[in-house]
């Protein structure tokens, strides 16, 4: 490869993490939560939904995003999907008013779209510029939003006892546009000798369209493996530190294990999908899913200081599984219409994301022990495990009657 071919592969990646490290930023909006309630007298659950609504759009966005930029470039998708993202951040600072409307619309849904159309695009041109190697490449990009939390959450709380929520959502914003200015800048798909090399390496196989890929019986395993693999973390995160706490762990312990369990996320996100270029994906993933289903059952029988340890395998297995996905749809459907593929099948987030508070909103409202929850959250893993089975069957069963090789 080129010097300046590699100048360029190494500034795409730098600057595409950089600007997937924002799309992280929903996930500290509890921190931002008291806030907003104290200035603007919005109850709790009207603050929970600006979290909720950027979930679901950045899904929307993704496929939007994914079918813009393999239709015409990264860099048009990067463009609009970056600056919809920051004009969202720096709109909300200005939004805390008695009516949540305008939030609701800014920092939900504006936020959540604009994230949704950069991150599956910078995900699926990592893949491009790699395609020898994909599962590292989308690792890399993928643990930069892991690993949001862990340095922007202590910088917006020094931020908002100090300046309040507005200026602090400014000072975000502006940090937001400059990811989106360097995305625009370097952000795009590879030159000709990369090309067609990706085309050589990663486009043997069939490349599915979306609409091809929604017609067969692989899609809906991988979509049902990722619903059900994230809904026992999604049920046991918000619970992480509380429970903790009820069994009898000190506080500051409880809080580590969450700063421990952001950086395993972050972690995960990047050695996993590395180490199953290797090795095969649909293997490593079974891995993370026994963990799971281990981790949700010890939280029921086990002692109370392992609910320490189990917070924190459960944060490195969501990881695990955020990490792997992006290059898993990449192996099974092909890599040329990668970013909009990936975002139908990040439709198992939205799904997951309303199902977990439901199911614990069920288990509080009938007045049942926290084990209920978690003992939903073992059964959903076991059909996360049972759904990866059936897709591993069925991608057995086609290599059988097609040419090229299994992927996974």
Known sequence: MEKGTKFVRTMMMVCGAFAIFFTGFPHVWSIYQPYAMELTGWSQGQTSMCFYLAMATFVFGNIFGGRL??????RLAVSIGGGIFAAGILLS??????????????????????????????ISTAQKWFPDRPGLASGIVVTANGLCGFFLAPLSRMLLAQVGISQTLLIVGVMVTVSWLLGWKFIKNPVSSVKSTAQSSGEKAHQYTSGEMVRTKKFYYLLS??????ISYLILSPLSQTVQIERGISASIAVSAVMIGSVCNAGTRLILPTLADKIGRIGCIKAVLLVSVAAMALLIVGPAPLTTVCVILMYG??????????????????????????????????????????????????????NVAFAAGAVSAVLSFLSL??????????SGTEAGVNPC
């Open 225 to 230: 493996t990722m619903l059900f693999g994230l």
């Open 93 to 122: 600072a200005f939004c805390m008013l008695p009516s949540p409307v305008m939030i609701y619309l800014t920092y939900g849904v504006m936020q959540g779209f604009g994230q949704g159309m950069i991150y599956t695009t910078i």
């Open 317 to 370: 297995c969501y990881g695990g599984i955020m990490g792997s996905f992006p290059s898993l749809t990449s192996s099974i459907f092909g890599i040329r219409h990668s970013g909009e593929n990936y975002g139908f099948v990040m439709i198992g987030i939205v799904i997951a994301t309303f199902a977990a508070p439901a199911i614990t909103g069920v288990v509080n409202s009938a007045g049942l022990d926290v």
């Open 389 to 398: 089975l059936l897709l591993e069957r069925e991608i057995k069963a086609e």
């Open 69 to 74: 930029q393999d239709k015409y470039s990264p």
